[in-house]
């Protein structure tokens, strides 16, 4: 305990009396924190002004719209209806923990704040609630110029409220704390503009700010959202993020890394299913980032990857004119195409020529995501062109099977049977019990197309298209062709369940090499 000189006490006592309300004072006692100036905090404005306010969002949860900021020549003044014991401030620790609505858990956040203040040569704190008032102070060095804090216990006359105090010169901390409770979420915060959209404890809303957004995690601003007007709250705990920030006593804003693992929950989290498709905080996000579509967004990329049907949306549809834009060409973002088939040449040669066209005729290449958003890409292009040839083929190409094909097609099945009875189970052409394919097969006379797995209508059915010139093969290449169409069932080239499957009729093929031999002596006669 210490106490103080008759010149100090008058000058903390003036100083009390300057907070409007306090109109008695009375000094108790000093206590020396075991908290010094040379703890290796250093906070920065907007950091000391928002843990300031924190303790007075936490215990203002329900009117926080109430909370005051009153900022005149060199005071600071902060002012909220309810009161805490502000005894303990004094100590490390909190009754906050667990408790998911207030954002303090650590107990010392205050004090890394006024040690923050202190460093920048504010030498009173002031902090009234109710009766008692505490005046911090730095005092004399004790050890190797270790100064520790001073708490200056006052009784005052009762204030039915919780005041903060100090005085400065600081532009910036001023301007931190006019900013400061913006810093938390409540939908009257002054960023906060129209409702936009609500799934899932996930809400989206326009800014205020006409040059960027903000995102919210848990009640705390963690990151700004640059060039797109837009305010994401997710208000619930992802052990995703909960990971990753666990250690971050300091609330820090989120690294990139936090921030795309923010946008991908709030893409697959924040929209019932079925309705991103004409959601208008999607349209709204996608529009208004218009600018920089061309430098792409980790917030346009989580939308892209995530979202499901937006190429459908005629509103997005009509934001990108085709004639001006197109999309660059990845395989992620294309459907109908297999791997081998992307690093085919003519796939590559189509992409790069057509390109280098769009490039000449003035179109702004958008990132590949944006294929997903409608906007045309040389692969998607290609592929739709290819899809259209092969139907074109299939339908004035291709027909029902010679008997003579059907013997060989067959003769082949019940090798297959022989080799690989597990795998031929699954079809319901060659067994007895019930399987879950049936399958059909075609002639087909196209060179485009030599063997070839399709859907029809029914989920269940399955056909094979056969090049004539097939049947004139090898029997080791007639088995190979039409066992790796029939193991298309389980996905694309590419797909680890497909290779998968192939890898199991190579392993039965092989042990079972015999069976397969006898086979392809007697294909002659089929051929």
Known sequence: MNKLDNKKLEIYKNLLLSIPGVINTEFQQTVESSVTTSWGVNWDHDCIARDVLQNFRDANLKEIDKIKINIEDDKIIVSAK???????????????????????????????????????????????????AIIISVG????????????????????????FAVRTYDEKLKKAFKFGMNHFWYETNSLVGEKLHEYNDISVFKSNESKGGYLFYRGIMRAKIDSIPVIININKKYSTIENKIKNDRDRHSFSAKII?????????????????????????????????????????????DYSRNLEENKVIQSMFDKNKYYSESKYYYTSHLSWSDWYDKKTQMYVINNDVKNKKSGKIKLPSYFSNFGVPSSLNLFVKK???????????????????????????????????????????????????????????SSKDIFGELKDNREYSDK??????????????????????????????????????????????AVERNSIISKYSRNWQKYK
């Open 140 to 163: 004399a060095a004790v050890v190797d110029g270790m100064r520790p804090l001073l708490y200056h216990y006052f009784k005052v006359n009762k204030q039915n409220q919780t005041i």
């Open 82 to 132: 309810n009161s805490f014991d502000v005894r303990k401030l004094f100590y490390v620790g909190s009754n906050k923990a667990g408790d998911d609505e207030t954002i303090g858990e650590y107990g010392e956040g205050f004090k890394a704040a006024c040690v923050s203040m202190i460093k920048l040569g504010i030498i009173e704190i002031i902090s009234i609630s109710g009766e008692l």
């Open 260 to 304: 795309q693992n923010f946008y991908s929950i709030f893409v697959r989290s924040g929209f019932y299913w079925g309705c991103s498709k004409n959601n208008p905080a999607i349209q709204y996000i996608i529009k208004t980032s218009k600018p920089i579509w061309h430098k792409g967004h980790l917030l346009l990329a989580a939308l892209g």
């Open 463 to 508: 056909t094979i298209y056969l090049n004539k010139e097939l049947f004139k093969s090898s029997f080791g290449k007639f088995f190979s062709i039409l066992t790796h169409e029939m193991s298309h069932v389980f996905g694309r080239d590419g797909e680890r369940e497909f290779s998968d499957v192939l890898t199991h009729l190579l392993e039965q």
């Open 386 to 444: 290819k899809l259209a040839a092969e139907e074109r083929i299939k339908k004035t190409q291709s027909g029902p099977l010679s008997p003579k094909q059907k013997k060989a097609v067959n003769y082949t099945l019940d090798c297959v049977k022989q080799v690989a009875p597990s795998f031929s189970k699954l079809y319901k052409n060659l067994t007895k019990e019930e399987g879950i394919y049936e399958l059909s097969f075609k002639i087909c």
